[in-house]
């Protein structure tokens, strides 16, 4: 990284994303350069992406757009576009953007370094991009500065393509991390003052799944758990040690309707720093719109799962994830959503409008719904939500 000294990032998407980039900034941070706020200021700019639905990618190419005039006047000046965008749009960026000089895919993050020096001794334009094939999990330093809130990723990538979803084709197969390796990253977290842990994964609920270890994701909660419990250190195992506040709390993200399963809420109820909240996207509330979704569940199903955590855990929090306007969804199929969220009362939901994405099976569909039909939808379940949200607040 011969020569930079100041970058600026800015983060779209979802968690994964945000954590991802605490890592590549620790990575330039560890080798000597210094963030800064302003795109101006910078010898290196980085748009770490999403692609989940058009409008994340409309606003990248808006943001990187503006920057063409500030690389006119500053030659040296590299900019790159990271994440799932670089993999959606490789062919489309270097395209409409001739002032971006690298993409790089998720699973290529700590190559990045490199990338810059190429650049730098003229390399020209760099791609680093490994598709739905990637298998690869990015070696970042392990040195993080953390706050008091801390991300560790346990897997990546998604096996499940869901029709609508991009996920599989920008972050590559599901593969998992050796849970050695995540519990000393949390043991590291934990001294170094973290207190909130989230766990990643685009579908936590089937960590272990290829891995030459025997574990799966309610064995990987519980060897956390009797980690956090030896906090802090020279404690005897299993001993409450003095000082010990039971202050760690541990929470995870994604969990999908289809692999969660009553021995998970069991372990949330009794691992005390496992926390009681459960996000499970339901994404519609009619059989046939699931069936078309490819999530491999039924509404049935889905309603003995909250009811089942609720009698398991009754001081849970449960939200989702609801598409509307999915090719083919009826005023019915509308109408069995609202049903079911009425029914259910989520304590919180996130409402999308389908946006069809190229490479996806769903975009074969013929996107039927009018874009006022799913803003309709979308204002209509929202607002039931909220008066849900609202109103179990105040109970
Ligand atoms: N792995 C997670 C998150 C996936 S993306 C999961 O399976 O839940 C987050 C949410 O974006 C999804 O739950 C879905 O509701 C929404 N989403 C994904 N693709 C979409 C699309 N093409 N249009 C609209 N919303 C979409
Ligand atoms: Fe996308 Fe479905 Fe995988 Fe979630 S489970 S990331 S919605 S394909
Ligand atoms: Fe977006 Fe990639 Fe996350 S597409 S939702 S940033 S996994």
């Known amino acids: 990284m011969n020569k930079f000294k100041r970058f600026y990032i800015r983060t779209f998407g979802c968690q994964m994303n945000e954590h991802d980039s605490e890592r590549v900034r620790d990575m330039f941070v560890q080798a000597g350069c210094t963030l800064t706020e302003k795109t101006e200021n910078a010898d290196v700019i980085i748009f770490n992406t999403c692609s989940v639905r058009k409008h994340a990618e409309d606003r990248v190419y808006g943001k990187v757009g503006t920057l063409a005039e500030l690389k006119a006047k500053k030659p040296g000046l590299i900019i790159g576009i990271i994440g799932c965008m670089a993999e959606a749009q490789r062919h489309e960026i270097f395209a409409r953007l001739p002032h971006v000089d690298f993409l790089c895919g998720p699973a290529d993050l700590d190559r990045i370094p490199g990338i810059i020096s190429k650049i730098r001794n003229g390399a020209g334009r760099i791609a680093y991009l490994e598709g739905y094939k990637s298998k690869r999990i990015p070696a970042f330093p392990e040195e993080r500065n953390a706050g008091h809130a801390g991300f560790v990723k346990i897997m990546e990538g998604c096996d499940n393509f869901c029709s609508y979803c991009i996920v599989p084709y920008v972050r590559g197969r599901e593969r998992s991390r050796l849970s050695k390796d995540i519990l000393d990253e949390i043991k590291k977290l934990i001294e170094s003052g973290v207190r909130k842990i989230t766990l990643l994964g685009q579908n936590v609920n089937s960590y272990g799944k290829g891995l030459k270890e025997k574990i799966d994701f309610v064995e990987l909660l519980t060897k956390i758990d009797k980690l956090t419990s030896l906090h802090p250190r020279g404690a005897t195992p299993g001993v409450p040690p003095l000082g010990w506040r039971g202050d760690i709390k541990i929470n995870f993200l994604t969990s999908h309707p289809k692999d969660a399963s009553v021995e998970l809420f069991k372990a949330m109820r009794d691992l005390r720093s496992v926390s009681k909240i459960l996000h499970l996207p339901l994404q519609s509330g009619s059989d046939k719109i699931l069936k078309r979704m490819n999530r491999k569940y039924t509404v049935a199903k889905y309603k003995k799962l909250i009811k089942s ?52 099976k769903a975009a074969k ?17 929202l607002k039931l939500q909220r008066d849900i949200s609202s109103s179990k607040k105040c109970q």
Do not use: C, M, Q, W
């Open 309 to 360: 955590f609720r009698d398991i855990i009754t001081d849970g929090n449960v939200s989702s994830d609801i598409i509307v306007g999915f090719p083919g969804e009826k005023e019915i199929d509308f109408k069995d959503t609202l049903n079911v969220v009425r029914e259910l009362r989520f304590d919180a939901a996130y409402v999308f409008k389908y946006s069809p994405r190229s490479i996806t």
């Open 365 to 381: 569909f013929k996107d039927d719904v009018s874009l006022e039909e799913k803003e309709k939808r979308h204002a209509l379940l």
